[in-house]
């Protein structure tokens, strides 16, 4: 998700789709979870991408890789443990009053005070904080997926 927001930065309004998680889902989910099941000694049974309330998410299906050892209730010691578990990505941010894109600064020719190129930004309130990305080099945005969007588990 996070890579399809950088790739749409250079577009005119396209990034809005990806912070309002109107965008498909991309990269590797199931792979993800695969991996994060097995750092804490698991193994993904089953993964599906699903929509809840309008944001885009997976549920998943683990099993540990240990059992229970000795418990209280009968018949469930030395088990292995199950669990399934759905977590959809919301988004954090909405864009800033105004339009949000374009030269803050400047001249109408575009360029600052000192014959300078003004950078594009994009103004956006996070959380009730105001966050503004440069747009100048898509390479070097100094912003985490976390700053953008959390992953909220709903079943």
């Not at 578990?85 to 020719?109: H, K, Q, W």
């Amino acid at each position: 998700m996070f890579d399809g927001f950088l790739d749409a930065l250079g577009g005119e309004d396209a990034w809005q789709d990806w912070l309002d998680a109107a965008a498909p889902l991309s990269g590797d989910g199931c792979g993800q979870a695969a991996r994060l099941a097995g750092r804490n000694r698991s193994d993904l049974l089953s993964c599906a991408p699903v929509t809840r309330e309008g944001d885009d998410g997976y549920s998943v299906r683990i099993e540990t890789r240990f059992d229970t050892g000795d418990t209280l209730i009968p018949g469930t010691g030395h088990r292995p443990a199950r669990a399934t578990a759905t977590a959809v990505l919301r988004p954090r941010c909405v864009p800033a009053p105004g339009d949000g894109t374009g030269d803050e600064a400047g001249d109408e020719s575009g360029e600052g005070e000192e014959g300078e190129e003004d950078a594009e930004e994009i103004a956006l309130v996070c959380d009730g904080e105001d966050l503004t990305i440069s747009t100048q080099d898509e390479d070097d945005v100094d912003v985490r997926p976390s700053d953008l969007f959390s992953v909220v588990l709903v079943e």
